[in-house]
């Protein structure tokens, strides 16, 4: 059973784009200046490619502007729940604006990717395996549905009818190609400890109790270091993110009301 991994925190990228001659407008007397165009066009790289990007975005701002001051001439802006999102809004701007400034401080070295790329490639071993499974939540009904097999069951059928993993199940068990390292460990242990065709099982994990079949394996074709390298990147930064929150959480006095 794949291993779920939650993130902790929203990864935030930045782009950076030369400040340029971009058109602006003054609607009604409040300007949109380039900063904010600019602001627009850096936050999304493939709008920035278009060539008429700085027009449409412009565009788009005025409306918005528009609308803004429509929302304050009706006093929409001292509705609770419109502050709220406001305040919203504007805690997760100077939220992004710190990531981006501690990022740009401490950015990921060459030599941090390579050794995230050997621990990557060390995690991966050197074979891949591909099986199929059932998984049911009581120990006796994963039994019953071993000596079914043993006794001539058929497995796709009883995947479809009985196993709880329905993504898996539709497929007669199948999950496809995968590394140890993408399974919990009894689950991986077991697939590694099998002969191919051979039935596994039960195995108990924190997702319930697995009937697994080994169907092949072969040897693994690791990724090149350029191939993973920006993703690795992210994964650093994201560690970096998550140690700068934990430091400002530690200086800081928090206090939880009910």
Do not use: C
């Not at 998984?135 to 796709?156: C, K, P």
């Not at 993973?228 to 009301?257: C, D, F, N, P, S």
């Amino acid at each position: 059973m794949k291993k779920r991994s939650i993130l902790a925190l929203a990864t935030f990228a930045t782009f950076s784009l030369p400040l340029q001659a971009a058109p602006s407008a003054v609607v009604n007397g409040t300007t949109i200046d380039q900063n904010q165009v600019q602001a627009v066009m850096g936050s999304n790289p493939a709008l920035a490619r278009s060539p008429q990007a700085a027009e449409q975005v412009v565009d788009s701002l005025v409306a918005q502007e528009l609308l803004a001051q429509d929302a304050r001439s009706k006093n929409l802006d001292k509705n609770p729940q419109v502050q709220a999102r406001l305040a919203l809004a504007n805690r997760q701007v100077l939220a992004n604006a710190a990531i981006e400034d501690y990022l740009s401080k401490h950015p990921v070295t060459d030599a941090e990717l390579k050794s995230a790329y050997q621990e990557f490639i060390k995690s991966l071993g050197s074979q891949e395996y591909r099986a199929r499974h059932i998984l049911v939540r009581s120990d006796a009904e994963a039994n019953s549905i071993m000596t079914q097999l043993r006794n001539g069951g058929d497995f796709a059928k009883l995947a479809k009818s009985k196993s709880i993993d329905k993504g898996s199940a539709q497929k007669g068990g199948e999950l496809g190609w995968f590394v140890p390292g993408m399974m919990v460990k009894p689950f991986a242990d077991a697939v590694m400890g099998a002969k191919k065709g051979a039935l596994v099982g039960p195995v108990k994990t924190e997702f319930g109790n697995h009937i697994i079949q080994l169907e092949e394996t072969r040897k693994i074709n690791p990724p090149s270091f350029d191939a993973v390298k920006e993703r690795l990147r992210g994964e650093l930064q994201q560690q970096e993110i998550q140690k700068y929150v934990e430091a400002r959480r530690a200086q800081a006095k928090i206090e939880a009301k009910r």
